[in-house]
């Protein structure tokens, strides 16, 4: 059972390092939202988007990760990033 409690011990750390790198990606992102407000650019770049999913399905497969569970978490923060941006310019 030692074992169990390690490995679970280890994912509790991976989560917590998920977490802070979600932190850091959004931080990073409503700067980027405050510049595409200031500059009158759209919230969302539908472009940029797909090529960032292409490269992270490319990087899911070479993982062994289901590319599926890595679209669905990527467009789910994307959702977020927007509603972000859009409440920023609301304002």
Known sequence: ???????RKEI?????????LLAK??????KIG???????LPPKDTKRE???????EVKA?????NPSL???IYQLIVVEVVK?????TSV
């Open 84 to 88: 972000e941006h859009n409440k920023r």
């Open 12 to 20: 509790d750390n991976i989560n917590t390092e998920i977490l802070s």
């Open 61 to 65: 497969k070479k993982l062994t990760l």
């Open 34 to 40: 405050e510049l595409k407000h200031v500059h009158r």
């Open 50 to 56: 797909g090529v960032q999913l292409e490269g992270l």
């Open 25 to 30: 990606r959004f931080s990073l992102t409503r």
């Open 70 to 72: 890595i679209t669905k």
């Open 1 to 7: 059972m030692k074992e169990l409690h390690t490995l």
